[in-house]
């Protein structure tokens, strides 16, 4: 499963597994290409959302030569959010 948590200019992708982020982080790069954007790889983030604590124990996640720094913890709109929430509780709290 992963979640997709836009909010003005910031796109965060959450998945259970590095393999999960990793498969929509590369439609997001090329969807972003196709219209004449880039994702910037000094701004992006990722991070992996799982009870298993190993899940998301990666370095950072290399893609079309840039590599993405991963993360414990984020703010979304004004709630703090780590590797070890449940996102459908954060989900019900922030909508």
Known sequence: MVHILVNAND???LGG????????A??????????GLEVSA??????VMSRDQGAGRS???KLDN??????NQFKYKGKSLNDRNFI???LEECL
């Open 59 to 61: 370095h950072n996640m």
């Open 88 to 90: 459908i509780t954060f």
């Open 11 to 13: 796109i965060y992708i």
């Open 42 to 47: 000094d701004k992006t983030k990722y991070m």
């Open 26 to 35: 590369k439609a997001l790069v090329v969807a972003t290409r196709e219209n």
């Open 17 to 24: 597994s590095v393999h999960t982020v990793k498969k929509y």
């Open 66 to 71: 840039r590599s993405f720094k991963m993360v």
